[in-house]
């Protein structure tokens, strides 16, 4: 783990918002977030100047692209999936290509749970940032990230093993368990 917090982009240089499912949303200077779609898209990866693409489904294929190296993490969108399992070693790889002057981009089947939640890992683990550090800026980035219950009980843990302490904790809301930086969005919604 870093001793300090590195700055990830300017203000300057936020990526500009996109809400849509399509497309890749900029993290960082390296690191991308898509759906298995744009993950597909031989002129977007290229044209983002892509080299490695972190297939974060057990379910969607990657149509091989020259020159880009493939990681697969095969894991269910399920609370049960034991998606920290990956933390540690997707983490690493991000940074790992970052120290080459590559691109990784992260995908799952639409770009909003499995591949976030491995995005908020390295995020934690190599940019010294705080799960809800993380999240509001990966929000800022793709605003229709949502990791599952199970897995943010997983970053819960995982912050607290890199940190010692946590700034998430999972509530009861009338949509079920979820963690409280959701707290205010689902307030006034009442369970069929």
Known sequence: MDSEAVPIVSDATRPQIMPRLAGL???TDHLYLSNGKAANDSSMVSGFK???IINATDNVANIPIPGIEYVR???ADSPLSQLSDHFDSVADKIHRVEEQRGRVLVHCAAGVSR???????????????????????????RPIIRPNSGFWKQLID????????????MI????GEIPDVYEKETRNLIPC
């Open 25 to 27: 949303g900029k993290i």
């Open 50 to 52: 892509i080299t490695c």
């Open 73 to 75: 993490v095969p894991v």
């Open 115 to 141: 591949s976030a939640t491995l995005c908020l890992a390295y995020l934690m683990k190599h940019r010294s940032m705080t799960l809800v550090d993380a999240h509001d800026w990966v929000r800022s980035c």
């Open 158 to 169: 995982y912050e607290y093993k890199l940190f010692g302490f946590c700034t998430v904790r």
């Open 172 to 175: 009861t809301s009338p949509v």
